[in-house]
Every structure is written in C-alpha cells, then in structure tokens.
C-alpha cells in the first residue's frame, strides 16, 4: 500500500572519513534530518553547491557531539563550524541525495 502524504523530514545516516593527526582515516556516523523533496524539487537540486543544498535541506541532527562529547545541538552557527570540518559538507549533501534515490537507499 502506498501512502500519501508522507512526513515533510526524514532522518537518514551520513557517513564521514576525517583524516586523524596521524594521516589515518577515522569513520564516524551522525543521523542527519533531511527536508523530504518532491520529484520537480530534486530536478533543481543538481543545480545548487553543496553549501546551499544543505543550509535548506538539513533540518537537525543526532550523534553530532563537541570536544567534550556533549551533544551539539542543531543551530546555524553550529551547522556552519560542523561543515567547516573537511569533508563533512560535501558527505551530508552526498547522503540528502542519495536517500532521495531508490539506488541509494537500497545501499542502507
């Protein structure tokens, strides 16, 4: 059965490799809250940079923590310093795309 008038968000896993003080690629995991697009609105989405993408799309987080290890909540200047960090940016906007493709999600 197919249902119409699915929720406007969506939460969908994105997964980044940081480089450490030693060269080595560490993996780490964060959900992510994505805005759920339709077909004509994914069309527009191969036109925008990953920054813009993002700053309209992502909608909040979980398993983002600071220094400390305390949770970091969602605002736009948090969102900013997380996308300064290489390469979480481009990884999120990978995944916001990914989850809207049948491909995709088959993956998860």
Known sequence: ???IG???SFW????VKILDEN??????????RFRRLSREQMVEVQTKKDLELMREN???????VD????PLPFTEENRELVFSLW???PATAQAFVE???PEGRAKN
């Open 67 to 70: 220094a400390a290890e305390n």
């Open 23 to 32: 060269g080595n690629e560490v993996p780490y995991e964060f959900k992510a």
């Open 87 to 89: 390469p979480v940016l």
């Open 1 to 3: 059965m197919l249902k």
């Open 99 to 101: 989850a809207h493709s």
């Open 12 to 15: 969908y896993p994105v997964e």
């Open 6 to 8: 699915q929720s406007e």
């Open 58 to 64: 992502l909608l909040g987080w979980s398993g983002v």
